[in-house]
């Protein structure tokens, strides 16, 4: 947040650390050393982009699983708008007859 003092604060077996103020570290270097100070260890390249892909391959199982869910939540649902609209259909032709029965009755009262 802007105006706050950016602090950490490290667990080692269970038991909080003193808070550092990260902000108090001046260059990237300092930064670094504190970390690998404070037990971090530093992936290399390769084992960054093996984490990501890793991460990628998981996002892209669950949202399979998601779509598959949504989709058979879909399927099961017997309300669905297309039966709503059928019944509308047939409504409206009922009425239509009724339209038709109404003016048998009008001629033969003439």
Do not use: C
């Amino acid at each position: 947040m802007h105006g706050r003092n950016a602090v950490i604060t490290i667990t080692k077996d269970g038991e909080e650390q003193e808070p550092f103020t990260m902000s108090d570290l001046k260059t990237k270097e300092e930064m670094h050393k504190f970390m690998l100070d404070s037990g971090f260890e530093k992936k290399s390249e390769e084992e960054i982009e093996e984490m990501k892909a890793a991460k990628k391959a998981r996002d892209e199982a669950n949202a399979a699983r998601l779509a598959e869910l949504y989709e058979d939540e879909s399927d099961d649902d017997d309300d669905d708008f297309d039966d709503d609209d059928e019944e509308e259909e047939e409504y409206d032709e009922d009425e239509e007859e009724d339209d038709d029965d109404d003016a048998i009755d009008e001629k033969e009262e003439l």
